[in-house]
């Protein structure tokens, strides 16, 4: 089952922020881009680290996390204009291997890849 629609890849076509909270020593925010993510075949969400100290450290003590994303270029709900989504899932970090080359590849300057594995995914406009 899809949990990351054709909507919700719709928003990653146009630029947007991107928070991803955690918490696990201390609650903790942090922000990228809409077109830093970058989703895999089995729909894990790959995001280019360079800085997210704080995040590691808190998904070190509790993998969980929470993003929030969206566009005001793509119809929500009722053909509104403007979406977005929640999205709840566990993260660890990568530091080699075939995806990180791939990652480190599109954005020279991450020393890490945060990678989201997606337990749900919910369209909130």
Known sequence: MNKLNDKF??????EGVVSIMSWGIEPHLVNTWNSYLVITED???LIPAYGFRKT???VEVNNKVKISLGSKNVLGFKDYPGTGFIIEGTANYIESGE???MMKTKFSFLTRVLEITV???KQML
């Open 56 to 58: 590691q450290k808190n």
């Open 9 to 14: 890849l719709e928003v990653l076509k146009h």
């Open 119 to 121: 337990e749900e995914a």
């Open 43 to 45: 729909e894990r969400i």
């Open 99 to 101: 995806e990180y080359d």
